[in-house]
């Protein structure tokens, strides 16, 4: 009984630390400031409009000054396509 319940456990652990390791999300759902203004395309759009508007979304509660021009661009993108 014990040897079921130290291999049982031992199995639980290493499912919780796999599931801590790696995010369902990908990685662009995932991106910081930085990440968010680095790979944003010169027309102010991401990869797609969901991204463009989850991105301007979290760029406009941001304090950062870089930050604040990636949201004007992201929302002129928008705007411009009759998306805002």
């Keep these: 009984l014990f040897a079921f319940a130290a291999v049982f456990f031992q199995s639980g652990n290493r499912t919780i630390e ?3 390791n790696s995010s369902p999300a990908p ?13 944003q ?14 991105n ?3 760029l406009k509660v941001c304090g950062d ?7 004007k661009k992201a929302v002129r993108n928008l705007r411009s396509r009759g998306m805002l």
């Design 65 to 71: 000054p870089a930050a604040r021009i990636a949201y």
């Design 18 to 20: 796999q599931s801590n």
């Design 41 to 54: 395309n010169p027309d102010g759009s991401w990869q797609n409009d969901f991204l463009t508007r989850r």
């Design 27 to 39: 990685r662009e759902y995932r991106a910081s400031v930085d990440e968010m203004i680095a790979t």
């Design 56 to 58: 301007a979304e979290a």
